[in-house]
């Protein structure tokens, strides 16, 4: 048997390894969270300094589409509820409330799914998607709360967290600089790695934390 999220072996007959069990409890746990700071990234250029009033002042400004959709019904609330109602008739329970602000929806649904993750680990069919797409979600929105001013991108962080959970943070080469290290887990990526990375052909081997 093996881990239906990222294929390592597993010892015991389980949907999800340790580590991307710990890796979805974590994101979840993270995850409303941000959705609460993404609304201080709805502008180009905020959740750097000036701040609201400088905002309210040069109306109108552009708004961020991404943001805006991420947000927004059919963004990360809907992937939470989703999945959260899928785990729910797996386990043969009704359909959970859809209720309140999107805020405490996304924070019901998170918390909806942390509180039942040792059962999704151990028996949910739908664990092994569940986790790489709550995976895209927090890398997604990771982006959209990185204030970096566009540089060069080069992949996305290959380091092993800890038993095959992969960072899979967004890394930039910062102007100026020859020296690439992911932002969430420290890892350093010189620049005779950069093309692995950005065409994803990386060989684990080389991927010293
Ligand atoms: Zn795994
Ligand atoms: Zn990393």
Redesign the pocket.
Known sequence: MN??????PLTDTAQ??????R?LDTRLGELPGQYLLLATHLRPGAGRSDGPVALVREAPMPVREDVLDMRAAGGMVTTLESWREAMQEARGWGRPARTGSVERRVLAAARGLRMNIEWTAAEFVGA?DM?REIRTLSGQVRALLDPAPPTLGVGTCAADLG???ICDAPLRVPAGTATVRCRRCGTDYPPSTWLALATGAWAPAGAAA
Do not use: I, S, Y
């Open positions: 881990c239906t999220a990222c294929t390592a999800l390894c340790d580590g991307c069990t890796g092994g986790a038993q095959g959970d």
